[in-house]
């Protein structure tokens, strides 16, 4: 089955700086990749998310990047803020009717003030 | 946020006791899931439902049941609770391919079995 490999487990940034977090994934039948952020305590929330058929995704902020070719996507988070820590989860599935996410570990994303 | 409500949102429960915990939404969304999240291994998925009646194993299915006899209402049992069955439990939501994608998270249920 798929298995969703994310890196860093942690990472601290100094506000207004980037921060990418990676992703690889294991089954190239996969064809949805969503990322969530989950605050402390709280549900996780969709922020982006890109098929496959897309090289990369851009949201004011926030960017996703996927290269098929080598399994692996990423998130961009430029211009970095304090609310922007939280907790940051990657997730493939292949997408035929039932949605079944397999999670990478999980990024605890620090801002720094 | 989505209309998905989760109860109970906090148990303490005894090892070997049934535990049941129930997902309800008021999205009429075809399909429901249910998650268990544990430091260092993100969100696993236990079980879903694809309609009324109609459930399929997860990745990590041992130890639960689950059954959905109404659209708006997915139960997850564990018919005999174990100390390795403490975790936070969350339930989602989502359409099919086609409409949007998002799978929304209902606020979840934190389990601890002594």
């Known amino acids: 089955g798929e298995n969703v490999e994310q890196h860093p487990s942690t990472l601290s940034v100094q506000e207004g700086d980037s921060a990418v977090i990676k992703c690889t994934y294991s089954d190239s039948a996969s064809n949805y990749f969503p990322w969530y952020k989950q605050e402390l305590g709280k549900r996780p929330q969709l ?11 851009k949201d004011q902020r926030i960017a996703v990047t996927l290269n098929k070719t080598a399994k692996h996507f990423s998130l961009h988070i430029t211009e970095t803020q304090p609310e922007d820590s939280a907790v940051y989860f990657c997730a493939a599935s292949i997408s ?5 996410l397999v999670f990478g570990q999980g990024t605890r994303l620090t801002i720094n003030p | 946020d989505a209309g998905i409500t989760q109860s109970p949102r906090h148990k303490v429960t ?3 006791t049934p535990v049941t915990l129930r997902c309800h939404q008021t999205e009429n969304h075809r399909y429901m899931y249910w998650y268990r999240q544990d ?12 309609g009324v009646k109609d459930t399929d194993k997860g990745e990590v299915s041992d130890g639960y049941s ?9 139960l997850l049992t564990l018919e005999s609770a174990t100390s390795s069955q403490t ?10 391919p086609g409409a949007s994608k998002e799978q929304f998270f209902g606020p979840g249920t934190r389990l601890t079995v002594l």
């Open chain 1, 47 to 57: 922020i982006i998310d890109i098929r496959s058929n897309v090289g990369e995704k």
């Open chain 2, 39 to 50: 430091p260092g291994h993100g969100l696993r998925l236990i079980h879903y439902s694809y």
């Open chain 2, 87 to 96: 975790s936070v439990y969350f339930c989602a939501i989502s359409e099919p």
């Open chain 1, 96 to 100: 035929q009717g039932a949605q079944k």
């Open chain 2, 14 to 16: 005894e090892t070997g």
């Open chain 2, 66 to 74: 689950v059954s959905r006899s109404k659209t708006e209402d997915f």
